[in-house]
């Protein structure tokens, strides 16, 4: 008799979201196997920030169904986000306290107990190479070290999954180095991932699965090299452009720069 | 893995109460908590003052012995400090922590045990003293006479406390909900005019006996105006209370119990209502602020004109479609109809006699003029953001962009002053033209002196703002209580010089002195913008990372 195999960490049917004329997402299909490093692509207001706060639960669909680690969302909200980590794209930290406040704070909102809240916090700024930082207001940071601490927060209750909106927008190569071997040794210990990112060559350096979504719908998802096979290509860059296809700005015309040049550098 | 039991509502309660805490202590550019204490020591000190002074008065022989004033003070202490608890963060136009779904929406914690416990955490912050005081002090002023059982009395102050909570939870969510459509002002406007309407229904209130207290001293006051008024204000739910609390003084314990009773149902009804509310704000809207509808082929900037008309529309623009000015810019309006409402200005007129006018007038045309321009002048550069970038960017003087702001906030306070004394005119039909022109003398006086330390004060306090208002939004302390002084000494002309001439009315004189003293302001502000022009190419750096910063 085998084992059954467990359930897909993200199992998203159908889903919709409107706000008001505009929809969103048009029944979009979502599959995140459990363990996986999955990216979710996609050009800007394709969905992809939607369907995160979707899975958060700060949104709830018109139409559609999720479960994630084999949990209905509707059904269990909390006991959802008790297994889950999110990283925002727009991060909302409490300006006014010190770093090592604000962690010690999530965890204690995830349920641990003060000195185990605390211990944690003191190696996860040690993991983040904030330490030397922890004592400052979160108000202090940097972009960078804003949003190690925010990944350092969505990892204080030890979640199973953790769901990563654009976390390398707007960060230097160091701070970005830290949170790619951070993501990496996750991975290793068989924490399913999501991220969302318009950085490409990272996708394609971590994944081990992705999504492509355009106009709310997901156009195609799979484990990485099965997406490469399938479109004939490479790269995931070459995927994703196959799929979403060239912007049309490259042929603008640039007129008021006179006549466009017969060869370029 | 096992996920673990999440807090208890009391550990959320306490964790959202020590969160404050921490915020608060961490106040200032390098925390130190001995002077985030002494901040909060001084912020509250008039707590005591107010506290002292209402128990003094409840325990006061002739009050205490009448129970008509007893009834009166205690039941107008609490519809007063309900107002005050509601409309606060309306007035204030501040989003609360809690407002914030997004902030913590990836904890374990229901949106609405979220609301309730973070409205609970917020009847421990500083404000809740001073506000407090007053009905606290007459309650033990009151107790001093009149025994009341300690525990029962306890409950009831609880869940009138709660009470007040819950519906300035409304009534925040309520304006948020507005500011957030696409059609904020015309509802905002829509709205206006409908409370106009039923306000003409309401009959004005008989103000006879102010006439009579007037002529013949406070012992020409029957008792059936203060008992029929101290009867109406106990009917009303912010007077449950006190109702509550003379029953219990009198032994009425069912009385009491009622009182009680109707206090949870609107409790309950009031946090039903703001989750719904608050329930709508977060599902209505995507990541974007208000919506502006604007055609396609609508482009203001695609006008012909120099530089400097293209920065005075945009700053104007700017403020047009900032949600917090729309909502500011009501409530001048709101105050003249609700002091119509209660006939506040038969009280001022008999206290005032002739200057009544001049001083309701000119007071809340002042009160229109400093909430725009103190709100969008002392922190100028807040809304821009990466906004801000992009002029220090662009080939030309920063310092064009500050006087370009300096010039439509001044336009736009004065506009709003001269809206609001045409409201004036219109609705109470009261006011002549040495009222009018006294009133446009106060807020001439009155601009330059909030430019000028509005300009400072974003130099050394810039803060970002949020215009969506999806953030919680907070001036330092300190540069509160320096906004605060400043429109203060720019109301000082107009009140020192009407404060001059008694009962008697504003005469030509007074005018030439509030005349005299916005001249001086205008020379104030002349000679101190090369200096902040200077120091804005200093401090433009930090500007600029205080107003983009995440």
């Known amino acids: ?265 | 893995m096992t996920p673990r039991r999440g807090p208890g509502f009391l550990e959320h309660v306490l964790l959202l109460w020590k969160l404050r805490l921490d915020i608060g202590l961490n106040q200032g550019k390098r925390p130190s908590r001995v002077l985030a204490v002494l901040s909060f020591l001084v912020t509250s000190s008039p707590a005591l003052g107010l506290g002292a002074a209402f128990y003094r008065l409840l325990s006061w022989g002739p009050v205490a012995e009448s129970a008509a004033w007893c009834a009166f003070i205690l039941n107008l202490s609490c519809f007063v400090t309900t107002a005050v608890w509601v409309t606060w963060p309306i007035l204030s136009a501040g989003v609360d922590d809690h407002s914030e779904l997004s902030r913590y929406s990836a904890f374990p914690i229901s949106p609405f045990r979220l609301l309730f416990a973070s409205t609970l955490a917020t009847l421990a912050e500083p404000r809740a003293l001073v506000i407090y005081a007053p009905l606290v002090g007459a309650t033990l002023g009151y107790a001093q006479h009149h025994p009341l059982p300690l525990l029962p009395a306890l409950l009831m102050f609880a869940l009138y406390a709660v009470h007040n909570a819950a519906w300035s939870r409304v009534g925040l969510h309520v304006v948020l909900n507005v500011l957030r459509q696409e059609k904020s002002a015309e509802i905002l406007g829509g709205g206006f005019l409908v409370m106009l309407f039923l306000a003409s229904l309401i009959p004005p209130v008989d103000t006879s006996w102010l006439t009579d207290v007037g002529n013949a001293g406070l012992q020409a006051l029957g008792p059936d105006v203060l008992l029929n008024a101290a009867v109406a204000l106990g009917r009303v739910p912010p007077g449950f209370f006190g109702d509550g609390v003379w029953a219990l003084a009198h032994g009425a314990y069912f009385a009491a119990l009622v009182d009680g009773w109707l206090m949870v149902l609107f409790t309950a009804m009031g946090f039903l209502v703001a989750y719904a509310l608050l329930l709508q704000f977060h599902s209505s809207v995507g990541r974007a602020g208000p919506r502006v509808a604007v055609a396609a082929d609508s482009n203001p900037f695609s006008r012909k004109g120099p530089r400097t008309d293209a920065m005075l529309l945009r700053e104007a623009l700017d403020l047009w479609r900032n949600p917090r000015a729309r909502l500011l810019a009501a409530v001048p309006f709101l105050l003249a109809i609700l002091l119509k409402l209660l006939s506040g200005r038969s009280l001022f007129a008999w206290a005032l006699g002739d200057s009544a006018d001049a001083w309701l007038l000119g007071g809340l045309a002042l009160y229109g003029a400093v909430v725009i321009a103190s709100t969008f002048a002392q922190n100028t550069f807040a809304y821009d953001g990466q906004g801000f970038a992009v002029f220090l960017a662009a080939p030309m003087s920063v310092g064009d962009v500050l006087k370009a702001k300096n010039r439509v906030h001044a336009a736009s306070a004065l506009g709003l002053g001269a809206l609001v004394v045409a409201f004036y005119l219109a609705y109470f039909r009261a006011g002549g033209v040495r009222e009018v022109l006294l009133a446009f003398a106060a807020i001439l006086a009155l601009l330059p002196v909030l430019l000028t330390a509005g300009n400072f004060l974003s130099l050394y306090f810039p803060v970002k703002f949020h215009a969506s208002l999806k953030r919680r939004d907070k001036l330092p302390f300190t540069a509160s209580m320096l906004g605060v002084a400043a429109a203060s000494v720019g109301a000082a002309p107009f009140a020192w010089a009407l404060r001059a001439c008694g009962r008697a009315g504003p005469g030509w004189d007074t005018l030439g002195v509030v005349c005299g003293a916005a001249v001086a302001g205008w020379a104030l502000y002349a000679a101190t913008l090369p200096t902040v022009l200077r120091l804005l190419e200093v401090r433009r750096e930090l500007v600029l990372r205080a107003v983009t910063r995440d």
Not at chain 1, 221 to 242: I, N, W
């Open chain 1, 1 to 265: 008799m085998t084992a059954p195999l467990p359930s897909p960490a993200v199992e998203a049917r159908g889903l919709v979201k409107r706000f008001g004329d505009f929809t969103a997402l048009h029944g979009l299909d979502l599959h995140i196997p459990r363990g996986s490093f999955f990216a979710f692509l996609g050009p800007n207001g394709a969905g992809k920030s939607t369907t995160i706060a979707i899975l958060t639960g700060i949104y709830g669909p018109d139409a559609g169904d999720i479960r994630i680690l084999g949990m209905d969302v509707k059904a269990d909200p909390l006991g959802v986000k008790a297994r889950l980590g999110v990283v925002p794209e727009e991060l909302s930290l409490f300006e006014r306290l010190t770093g090592r406040q604000y962690l010690t704070f999530c965890g204690r909102m995830y349920g641990l107990e003060a000195d185990e809240a605390s211990a944690r916090a003191s190696e996860l700024l040690e993991l983040t190479e904030l330490t030397y930082k922890s004592g400052g207001l979160v108000a202090e940071y940097s972009k960078g070290m804003r949003r190690r601490l925010a990944i350092a927060a969505s990892l204080i209750h030890a979640p199973e999954l953790v769901l990563l909106d654009e976390p390398f927008e707007g960060i230097d190569v160091l701070a970005a180095g830290v949170i790619r071997e951070l993501l990496q040794e996750l991975s290793r210990r068989g924490v399913t991932l999501l991220l969302t990112t318009h950085v490409l060559e990272i996708a394609e350096r971590l994944a081990t699965h992705a999504g492509v979504i355009k106009g709310g719908k997901m156009v195609d998802q799979g484990d990485v090299a099965s997406l490469k096979a399938r479109h004939g290509v490479p790269t995931l860059e070459a995927v994703f452009e196959q799929l979403i296809g060239v912007p049309a700005a490259r042929n603008a015309a640039l007129s008021f720069y006179g006549p466009r040049p017969e060869t370029g550098p």
